[in-house]
């Protein structure tokens, strides 16, 4: 257990809302990463953190922002959430200095109608 | 660039019987390879992982798995399959290198029979 929590575990939000998923950590990684999970897809990146205000985009990165102001927090926005945006979000982070080893959060089921 | 195949979307075995899920991968450098497990509604929990030390490395719950570079293969592996072992694994490769990204396989589902 890295001591990886997100809020909310579940949403449900309507086309155009915007809507902020919190992951906070409590070991002062330095690594922090958003994945998305879809069936059929595996895991995809959408952004990762490797420092207070250092980020950078994974490979799904359209429609999404993300914000880290402290080490503990990291923070995944969707502007104008849409219906291909429905899936499960996991934050996971790293124990190493590279992103070799992760360990990952309970997940987000966000819903988008 | 990196790529990870996992060879079968399901698996299934009957309980004591062991288990086999194939994974292959491509990589323009040494890579690290993981596998990793979601049960039901749960994150992913690291099971083993390959950073180039031992090619045979074993990890949590009875499961093991081997690195063999001539086959570009990954596979894990496990004895004797218990009912707890019904879940998704994930097959992970990770290289250092300029575009230096962890690249997840699509998972397969392994059901165990009673």
């Known amino acids: 257990d890295a001591g990886i929590t997100q809020s909310p575990r579940h949403k449900v939000t309507e086309t155009g809302t915007p809507v902020t998923l919190r992951c906070h950590q409590t070991e002062n990684h330095r690594y922090m990463y958003w994945y998305r999970q879809d069936p059929g897809h595996g895991l995809r990146l959408i952004h990762y953190?490797?420092?207070?205000?250092?980020?950078d985009k994974g490979e799904v990165s359209d429609g999404y922002s993300v914000s880290r102001s402290k080490t503990e927090d990291f923070l995944l926005t969707l502007e104008s959430a849409t219906s291909s945006q429905t899936s499960v979000y996991f934050c996971a982070i790293s124990t190493t200095g590279s992103p070799y080893e992760q360990y990952f959060g309970p997940g987000t089921r966000l819903t988008v109608t | 660039a990196q790529s990870v195949t996992q060879l079968d979307s399901h698996v299934s075995v009957s309980e004591g019987t062991p288990v086999l899920l194939r994974c292959n991968y491509s990589s323009s450098y040494s890579p690290s390879l993981f596998w990793y497990v979601q049960h039901p509604n749960k994150g992913l929990q690291l099971l083993l992982k390959y950073t180039s030390a031992a090619t045979l490395v074993k990890g949590i719950n009875g499961f093991e798995a081997e690195f063999k570079k001539s086959e570009t293969s990954f596979h894990l592996t496990k004895p004797s399959a218990h009912m707890s072992d019904a879940a998704e694994y994930f097959c992970?490769?990770?290289?250092?290198?300029?575009?230096?990204?962890?690249?997840f396989g699509k998972g397969t589902r392994l059901h165990i029979l009673p």
């Open positions: 953190s490797y420092g207070v205000k250092d980020t």
């Open positions: 992970v490769v990770s290289a250092m290198g300029r575009d230096d990204k962890i690249i």
